[in-house]
């Protein structure tokens, strides 16, 4: 005689969450090995941060890739060869849900519907939580592994400076269209690619540009030697040219095409090429030429209709967008299970595989110098063979994991950058797959 399972139990089947391209890669492999999948998704269609249509995308309306087509699709669904090295974001979204389409991965998602929390439930299962985001009641389902693909560029990290401002600040999840900055005076803060991406629009179409950052940065234009910048790197990294000359070729390829941006009045950067997370555009030098951006340095504070920098100029502008990047937020899950500090930094195995839970992992976490897409195919890869493995082969499984503990941060992890919280995830997408690879080969067939 069977015992009648529980009504909330699903057996072996993999709890998703989120449906944007991290999810959609995880519902695939999973299901390539076999599993079932529920994958929830709080918005109503696919996409995630691409799925500009919800309000927590950081999609502005003139965000284009700033990784070109064939180093950020997915190795198994290329992009038509009729789109532009850098397409609009309309196409990335477009393309997401062709995808989705194409393997049929909507039928394992759940619309509309959000995970409130996730607590390990004895023998590496979970118990599930999920509400409807129209209200409702919850239902707990148990699942035998959790997937989270919920993505780090949504919750905005907050911009606080002393004192009090009469004028609009507002950080840059919130700016959507180039038609509010129109005849303001707008101070852009940050210096990453939303704000460089901020400082250009405005440029066009505000009255006064203020532009400030906190450090100087290395700007990589968008195209080299008449290549997307990006397939020069990678073409480098391929040939396994050591950092050193890179640095060196990257110093002599910026100034051949931008020139020393620093006559401008932009901060030297305080680190070496490679040392921060790649900075992409082309029209930032454009505008800083013209005049347009005035680049000045940190806010100091607020002081009524002022902001006063820490150079003490004391600048009026009517807008403020802090474009001071996002964090990665897990509500549903205690900090423990991913081993995050107080900072809020999870520490995963190659950003993705929890350390104590064998059957919790994460998709997609990575700031990588190329597009995240392929990173998140070959995880999902990994993620569903591990799973897979420690149903067929429990011993192997134990073994591999002993194995892959011992390998050192320093192989998948950038091995140096500034340490700010925007690096705390930075990889060289040719050293991480290589990573990854590693552990597929360590796992071996899994059937
Ligand atoms: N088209 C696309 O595909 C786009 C992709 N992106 C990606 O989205 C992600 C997020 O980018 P972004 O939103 O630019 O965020 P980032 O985290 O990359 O950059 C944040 C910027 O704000 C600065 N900053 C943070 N906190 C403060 C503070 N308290 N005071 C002053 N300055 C501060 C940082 O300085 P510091 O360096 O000193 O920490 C940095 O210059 C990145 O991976 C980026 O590449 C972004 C835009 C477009």
């Known amino acids: 005689m069977h015992d009648t399972p529980d009504p909330g139990d699903r057996g072996d089947a993999v709890c998703v969450v989120g449906a944007g391209a991290s999810g959609l890669a995880a519902i695939k492999s999973l299901r390539e090995q076999g599993f079932a999948v529920d994958c929830y998704e709080r918005e109503t269609s696919v996409g995630g941060a691409w799925n500009w249509r919800h309000d927590r995308s950081p999609i502005y309306s003139g965000t284009h890739l700033i990784s070109s087509r064939p180093l950020t699709e997915f190795p198994d669904f290329p992009m038509p060869d009729t789109w532009p090295d850098y397409p609009h974001h309309s196409k990335v979204l477009e393309y997401l849900e062709r995808y989705a389409k194409h393997f049929r991965l909507d039928q394992d998602i759940w619309f509309g519907m959000e995970v409130s929390s996730a607590v390990p439930a004895g023998d590496g299962k979970w118990d599930v939580t999920i509400r409807s985001t129209g209200g409702g009641s919850s239902r707990v389902q148990r699942y035998a592994a959790i997937v989270v693909a919920n993505g780090h560029n949504w919750s905005p990290a907050a911009f606080e400076a002393p004192g009090d401002f009469t004028g609009q600040v507002i950080h840059a999840s919130a700016y959507k269209d180039p038609a509010r900055l129109r005849g303001r005076k707008v101070l852009v803060v940050g210096g990453g690619n939303t704000g460089c ?105 607020y002081d009524g209709a002022s902001v006063i920098l820490t150079d003490g100029t004391k600048i009026e502008p009517d807008l403020v967008i802090t474009a001071t990047g996002y964090r990665p937020r897990f509500d549903f899950l205690a900090p423990e299970l991913l081993d995050t500090d107080e900072d809020g930094r999870p520490d995963l195995h190659l950003h993705a595989f929890a350390r104590r839970h064998p059957t919790l992992a994460v998709i997609g976490l990575l700031q990588p110098d190329s597009g995240v897409f392929p990173l998140a195919h070959w995880q999902s890869v990994a ?42 995830f930075e990889v060289d997408h040719v050293d991480y797959l290589r990573s990854v690879e590693g552990l597929l080969n360590e796992m071996g067939s899994v059937r």
């Open 197 to 301: 991406d901020i400082a250009v629009e405005a440029a066009q179409q505000a009255t006064r540009v203020w532009h400030s950052t906190r450090r100087g940065y290395w700007l990589a234009p968008k195209y080299v030697f008449g290549r997307p910048a990006d397939q020069v790197n990678d073409r480098l990294l391929r040939w396994g040219l050591p950092l050193r000359l890179r640095q060196w070729l990257y110093r002599r390829t910026v100034k051949l095409t931008s020139g020393d941006l620093t006559r401008y009045g932009l901060a030297e950067p305080d680190h070496r090429p490679y040392e921060s997370h790649p900075i992409v555009n082309s029209q930032l030098p454009y505008y800083l030429g013209h005049g347009t951006i005035e680049p000045v340095p940190d806010v100091e504070r």
């Open 383 to 424: 993620v569903a063979r591990w799973l897979r493995l420690r149903v067929t082969d429990p011993e192997r499984a134990a073994a591999v994991q002993q194995k892959e503990s011992t390998r050192p941060v320093q192989s998948w992890s950038r091995r140096r950058v500034i340490p700010t919280q925007r690096h705390w």
